[in-house]
């Protein structure tokens, strides 16, 4: 994956996370100890960050970013995709995507 592709789907992330958390760039921005033009710029994937400053906006938005190998990816992607079947639930689910399983 390119560079800029990662810094859009990484903002992209973090869009849904304040929209779902009903905050806005500003409030997100002020938890993160930021601006806000600089956290649009993240969030639209227009700059990158440092890790520090990746990590603060995550845990403003209740989130915690972890690094894994590569090769790990699919493994991490297969536990946490959200399944009908009841008895192949993956081992990690967030409170929101039970509270959307349950309002379906």
Do not use: C, W
């Not at 938890?31 to 403003?60: H, M, Q, W």
């Not at 894994?68 to 399944?83: D, G, K």
């Not at 009908?84 to 409170?95: C, G, I, K, L």
Request: avoid cysteine; aromatic fraction near 4%; charged fraction near 30%.
């Amino acid at each position: 994956m390119a560079e800029s592709e990662f810094l859009k789907e990484l903002g992209l992330q973090f869009r849904r996370a304040r929209e779902a958390a009903g905050l806005t760039q500003e409030q997100t921005a002020d938890r993160a100890n930021i601006s806000r033009p600089r956290y649009r710029d993240i969030e639209t994937g227009a700059a990158a960050a440092r890790t520090t400053t990746l990590v603060n906006i995550a845990r403003a938005l209740g989130m915690e970013m972890m690094l894994i190998p590569q090769a790990m990816v699919p493994a991490v992607q297969s536990m946490l995709r959200p399944t009908d079947d009841v008895e192949d639930r993956p081992a990690f689910t967030s409170d929101v995507e039970e509270d959307e399983r349950h309002e379906s």
